[in-house]
């Protein structure tokens, strides 16, 4: 292969990734950026009492995106507030599964919010999360969390 073949197959390898990584963006802006929630942090609620909620690994941030395909205890958290204070029948198993999406999509329509089945801060502000015991709910405090 001659060097100009060879610069053309390069540039033309280069415009394709380019493409497809503005496709991805395009796809999904508002998460395309943020951390997946691989764990969970306890924070006091609105309405007081501790509540867990979703977080990144470190779990100092709460600013971040769960979706189908993920498997993590920061699932199990949105997994059992759904199931306990939402009533959605399904499993506390860490799997965010199509079960999950369905009943995150449920919730989601109710606050008529963007009922497209992937929890990120939007959905974190509207839940009432499980209050730790068992006592209730209570939502999270307004202007915790950012970007970070």
Known sequence: MGKLARLTSAMLVGVLAAQMMAAAAKADPATSAVAICSYHTSVTGELGGSIRVPATSSGSSTYCNLRRGNFTRGVAILQQTLREI???????????????????????????????????????????????????????????????
Do not use: M
């Not at 801060?121 to 009432?128: A, I, N």
């Open 86 to 148: 939402y009533d959605q029948p399904i499993a506390v198993d860490q799997d965010f599964g199509p079960a999950t999406e369905q009943a995150l999509k449920n919730v989601q329509r109710r606050f008529k919010i963007t009922a497209d089945g992937v929890y990120g801060p939007q959905t974190r502000d509207h839940l009432c999360w499980q209050t730790t015991p068992n006592e209730g709910c209570s939502w999270y405090p307004a202007g915790k969390d950012g970007p970070g």
